[in-house]
């Protein structure tokens, strides 16, 4: 019997698009004309305007409910998305239609951890829209359904001080985790081999919330010009490839050890893989390189670093190599790659090997303990 | 009783250091000076000097038969290292020692697939320099040792032109493979997505010579300035995943049916997880992508694309989902991946679980089916 029927699917990878008015409804009357502002275009299609640049969603990023024969990577507009997609109240009967009881929210206009702030020129103004996100996101779209949705906030991580302050602020409020860069190098900012982010780190384990890394959080890897989008797509669990490994051979886990660290939409299939060459490559290289007494990164990953799936039959048929506790499910809605309306039908199926208090940790246990989001 | 002991351990990646003499022994007059030589340097390394700059090799590529806490990344010199790396006799003879009946071997100084002579200035220079390096791997090191060295040849790949006419030249000298790149985008040349490369192509698939792409021979991931070298070694897997992700999304396939990729040293243990990704992607997105009548990605991997592994636990518990016909071993005698001299034992271990015809096509068959090279 997978999955009985009182599993209160918790799905931590899901999308919000923030409705029109945000950022406008809640900046400085200084902030509102150069703020995010949504507009629309020439050819009718919804925009938003930020520091004079214009940025869309693509059609691609709010599927769900369409034929796989409708997915593009044209601009989309509100009035072709479900109401879902942006609004609360909505959102929570498209929950009850998938069959996933609470879910956690990654931002769209904004970028996974905000880089869309950290790329503006005018960083008070930066500081000002995260803090709207996040006031949003806390007093808003989870107000509207206590219990339903995890509230996850953004720092500016451009500013370490800043950072603190801010993830001080949202832990006070209730917020339950933080969206970070899966790679700070690669946005130039120093990496997790520094003791720069220490301070963030300690406020993230002492208020419980975890750290979420979403895949392309930190740039995406680079496929050849000419492939077709679906290359790129299929390579996403590259990313949490690599902030695994890079994380695993640090320390930070050694200054921090209940911190703990989500690999957001990276997938699963690739963890034993990752574990044991981890590992393999430790064993080798750890005298020259002054890791001789460092924790085994496959320990490492199994008391600090979680994962999660959205299908992945391999992943799932290899759950001992990767550890029963560090798996987690999403849904993924409303991108591309998202089961809607057929999740909680698609997870029982892809579950129905396992034993049932290994579906129950999946599907739901696993996420309320690293979330602290326990049953309401 | 897994590996009996008449299977012949073929491994489809091993490198050779080339010895001092292999260019100037065979450049023409007018390029002996600025082709490779091999000097003594002020503090008595060993480095080659091409067109006035200087390589050096690093102790990590040549460290069979040391012990782990001696690895490291400083130069390296003949005399510190098993006479093997550069010595076909003794290659042997360390290929008794370690169990391996017949092995393919990848260059050191002109990189896994030429990029060092990609890179010369001088492209004339650099096309003598691989058709010298070609002769000497066919008439000198694999000489050597008939039936037990496997000829690996490179193309000067920035010309296609002379890249047909040298893949034409050395299939009918007798090579077996050609090594190329991975990534040919990331050099900012034509991508697989192009027609470019069809006339090499074609000449591999009428002659039966499989192409060899060694992780990194397009680039590597890049990882954080202050991560230990481990992490990028445990990477190399990821250049393997891009490149198969990049193959299983054009139509390469439909147009030579017969030609063969190796990935080489890129692991087997993710390729579940790849294959389910790809096929999954592909479902979604290949009606806007035009690639609705293409073949499905697994089932490209599965006639077209062949995978190989030095230790790999998690591949090789899940073969089915890989492929029994599509995985190979390799050694990597003499880097720092390899088990010599317990190199037969540890596969012996590896395969334990699996049937012995299982086994058999592992450790020798599927090479010498791939690779053309039966026994003699």
């Known amino acids: 019997m997978p999955l009985a029927d009182d599993v209160q699917i918790v799905s931590v990878d899901d999308h919000v ?43 691609l990023n709010a599927v769900a409910g369409k034929r ?18 942006y609004d609360p109240k909505e959102r929570v009967k498209d929950m009850d239609i998938e069959g996933v009881h609470a879910q956690l929210c990654f931002p769209s206009f904004p970028g996974f951890c905000g880089s869309t702030f ?5 960083k008070e103004l930066a500081a000002a829209c995260v ?6 996101m806390i007093d808003e779209w989870c107000a509207a359904n206590p219990g339903r949705q995890i509230p996850l906030c953004l720092v500016p991580f451009w500013d370490i001080d800043a950072t603190v302050h801010e993830a001080e602020r949202v832990a006070a409020k209730g917020a ?37 890394l979403h895949f392309g959080s930190g740039g995406a890897p680079s496929v050849a010009p000419e492939a077709p989008f679906t290359a790129a797509i299929a390579l996403f669990g590259l990313n ?28 699963i299939g690739w963890m034993p893989y990752i574990l044991e060459r981890a590992d393999y490559t430790w064993e080798r290289h750890r005298f020259y390189t002054g890791m001789a007494d460092a924790r085994k990164p496959s320990e490492i990953f199994r008391t ?13 048929h290899n759950v001992d190599r990767i550890g029963v506790d560090n798996i987690m499910f999403e849904s993924d809605y409303p991108h591309s790659d998202c089961n809607y ?36």
């Not at 150069?34 to 640049?53: I, T």
């Open 341 to 376: 309306p057929h999740t909680r039908k698609m997870l029982a199926e892809s579950l129905a090997h396992l034993p049932d208090d290994v579906c129950r940790k999946i599907a739901e246990d696993n996420a309320r303990r690293v979330f602290n989001f326990p049953r309401s």
């Open 17 to 59: 698009i923030e409705h029109p008015n945000v950022w406008q409804d809640r900046l400085a009357a200084k902030f509102k004309e150069a703020g995010p502002r949504n507009v629309k275009d020439e050819n009718g299609n919804d925009a938003w305007e930020f520091e004079g640049r214009r940025q869309y969603n693509i059609g």
């Open 131 to 136: 803090t709207a996100y996040n006031d949003w």
């Open 304 to 316: 600090n670093i979680f994962g999660c799936f959205i299908y992945d039959d391999a992943g799932l």
């Open 118 to 122: 950290f790329n503006a020129n005018d």
């Open 240 to 267: 949490s490839q690599m902030c695994t490994v890079d994380l695993v051979n640090t320390r930070i886990f050694e200054r921090f050890p209940n911190l703990k660290v989500a690999l957001s939409e990276g997938g």
């Open 68 to 85: 796989r024969e409708e997915f593009g990577t044209d601009p989309t507009r509100y009035a072709d998305m479900l109401p879902g997609c």
């Open 176 to 212: 339950k985790a933080i969206s970070f860069t899966e790679a700070p190098h690669a946005l130039g900012l120093p990496s997790f081999h520094t003791t720069h982010w220490d301070p963030f780190f300690r406020v993230c384990e002492e208020s419980g919330m975890p750290i979420c």
